[in-house]
Nanobody
Framework: QVQLVESGGGLVQAGGSLRLSCAASGRTFSFYAMGWFRQAPGPGKEREFVAAISGSGGSTYYGDSVKGRFTISRDNAKNTVYLQMNSLKPEDTAVYYC?????????????WGQGTQVTVSS
């Protein structure tokens, strides 16, 4: 099973940018669709889809709340997927998780990394 380690989170002011990285173990990284999800603080908050990318990188998908602001990309030679986040808003504050799956449609099933905290101050 692929192992995932996220990094790049932190504290940023509204309007700022961050780039998250997710490093994956294994030799078959390019076989996996990759995705980013997030979970905001507070009771009852569910994990929300952010972005996904196909194994080749040729297809990308975004949640409505991040379209036009976030960009997902991958480097199969480095076994890494990225999430470039621009024009950040306080409502983007969440723990961001990386996921891997054989298909885009099953990314929500995991496996997940440990998550990286993103905090956007107003």
């Amino acid at each position: 099973q692929v192992q995932l380690v996220e990094s790049g989170g932190g504290l940023v002011q509204a309007g700022g940018s961050l780039r998250l990285s997710c490093a994956a173990s294994g030799r078959t990284f390019s076989f996996y669709a990759m995705g980013w999800f997030r979970q905001a603080p507070g009771p009852g908050k569910e994990r929300e889809f952010v972005a996904a990318i196909s194994g080749s990188g040729g297809s990308t998908y975004y949640g409505d709340s991040v379209k036009g602001r976030f960009t997902i990309s991958r480097d199969n030679a480095k076994n890494t997927v990225y999430l470039q986040m621009n024009s950040l808003k306080p409502e983007d504050t969440a723990v961001y998780y990386c996921a891997a799956a054989m298909t885009i449609g099953t990314l929500h099933l995991g496996p997940w990394g440990q998550g990286t905290q993103v905090t956007v101050s107003s």
